[in-house]
């Protein structure tokens, strides 16, 4: 069996972790001697073959990959070899030093008469995330253009592009035989459709409306495929996973379960702790089980008593505290957080604050949805003035003043078409860090802290395969 074949084959799969794995895999074998011949001249015929702008990105995603990772130089053969050139697409090829061939793309501005089709609105928000209209709608109702019309237009014209299966089929032909209540896990060619209409017109917008183009290139990145910060992270199941999850009952039952993970993490990496983790750890076709777990400080003078203070940090669950976000290029890997001050983060009847919040939208790929947003816990860090987070070995090292202070691992669990939509994602992740440097600077003058755990299970239930799950909530509190 060619291996080549398969992983590029991979590529024009609807599943977003498949073509994510693929695009890595296709990376790596670019930059070893003996595999970098024969996978770049059949990426190169892949990538002259592609019909819509989104595809081209996704191909060109592999070469920046192989280039940042891999130390592999992209082939000045590359340059000629795009057929569906948008904002992005040149993006991607100037950081790798190449120069850009201008290609001919046939714009045309929306007919006045013309009118937006049903199927255009019907997938916004389905089979795709209603970003890339919103982004449209928004831009039309500042300039008065006609962003959401144009878009509009160009997915209507790009159904040309695959004219017997512009859909790649039904989603929910998969997901449907598990019952009702789940979310499919795809980006299909509808998505793929709707993202290069985006791209379309931000081209047009450009050349045709005069849209500045430095605004239109940080509109485009909203369509990159790949976070390039989480681009190198690896699904690699912790050694300190548990076996015996032992997360299926009361409180008392769920406590011990968190003890013994934080024991069997302790044995795994002595004196670090952990600062989250958040995964499925039962999947199956009648109960689903997710651990949410997340480290917190809490000064004295609060007003909740303990007994209570689950029940009031339960919110937290659902709003979170996320943090902002920077880069220094767009497609720098490293990711910079400025963390929050104590009293940005304090809950004030509790005196209480986490260690870890989610990761801000400034940079997402439309292919790692399933992490957001509750899967990419990072040190607050209140009191640090920076914090850079760059891909290191498949995770993600958190650094501080050249000292890495926290190591996020993620890994797959449960793969399949779908997901019961009450489930944040097939994946879990987990912050772990180094030593106790990442809370040094937590404490406020002239007070004493102390540490807990705050912890989620959601429990999945149901009697036969096609009945929807009923949910059950428990939150609870683990001091050290």
């Not at 030093?97 to 997938?123: A, C, H």
């Not at 912790?238 to 039952?253: I, K, L, N, T, V």
Request: with cysteine; hydrophobic share 40%; charged share 20%.
């Amino acid at each position: 069996m060619n291996e080549l074949r398969i992983l590029i084959a991979s590529l024009s799969w609807p599943s977003m972790s498949s073509r994510w794995w693929a695009m890595q895999e296709l990376a790596a074998r670019l930059g070893e001697s003996l595999t970098k011949t024969e996978t770049e001249s059949a990426l190169l015929l892949f990538l002259r073959s592609r019909k819509l702008e989104a595809e081209v990105v996704e191909v060109l995603c592999i070469f920046w990959i192989a280039a940042q990772g891999h130390d592999y130089t992209p082939s000045i053969e590359l340059e000629d070899s795009i057929p569906k050139p948008s904002l992005l697409s040149d993006i991607l090829v100037e950081s790798y030093g190449l120069s850009i061939t201008p290609i001919q793309m046939n714009l045309q501005e929306v007919p006045k008469d013309f009118e937006i089709p049903n199927d255009f609105e019907s997938v916004q928000g389905t089979d795709l995330p209603r970003i890339f209209r919103t982004y449209m709608r928004l831009l039309a109702d500042k300039t008065g253009l006609p962003f959401l019309r144009q878009m509009a237009f160009e997915w209507a014209e790009n159904s040309a592009a695959y004219p017997h299966a512009p859909y790649q089929a039904d989603a929910w032909h998969f997901s449907r035989p598990l019952g009702d209540g789940f979310v499919s896990q795809y980006s299909a060619r509808t998505a793929l459709r709707s993202i290069s209409a985006y791209l379309r017109t931000l081209v047009l917008a450009k050349r045709i409306w005069g849209m500045p183009s430095e605004l239109a290139n940080e509109y485009s990145f909203i369509a990159l495929p790949l976070h390039p910060t989480l681009a190198f992270l690896k699904p690699r199941l912790p050694d300190w996973f548990p076996d015996s999850p032992g997360f299926d009952g009361g409180s008392e039952q769920i406590n011990s379960a968190c003890r013994a993970l934080f024991a069997s993490l302790e044995k795994s990496h002595p004196g670090d702790e952990l600062i989250s983790f958040t995964s499925p750890v039962v999947i199956s076709m009648k109960l689903c089980i997710e651990v949410s777990i997340v480290r917190w400080a809490q000064s004295t003078g609060g007003r909740i008593a303990d007994e209570d203070l689950a029940v009031h940090l339960k919110p937290f669950w659902a709003r979170e505290q996320i943090l902002t976000c920077s880069k220094n290029e767009p497609l720098c890997t490293t990711t910079i957080l400025t963390p929050p001050s104590v009293d940005q983060l304090m809950d004030d009847e509790s005196k209480a604050w986490p260690l870890a919040g989610t990761l801000g939208f400034d940079r997402m790929g439309y292919l790692q949805h399933d992490l957001y947003p509750s899967r990419l816990y990072l040190p607050t860090a209140p009191g640090f003035q920076k914090i850079e987070v760059s891909p290191c070995n498949g995770r993600l090292e958190v650094i501080t003043k050249e000292r890495v202070i926290a190591d996020f691992c993620y890994w797959n669990v449960g793969w399949s078409p779908a997901r019961p939509q009450q489930l944040q994602g097939n994946c879990g992740t987990a912050l772990i860090s180094r030593g106790t440097a990442y809370r040094n600077s937590t404490t406020p003058l002239n007070d004493t802290l102390r540490s807990f755990y705050l912890w989620q299970v959601r429990t999945l239930r149901r009697d036969a395969t096609h009945e929807k799950f009923s949910e059950s909530l428990e939150t609870g509190i683990i001091f050290d």
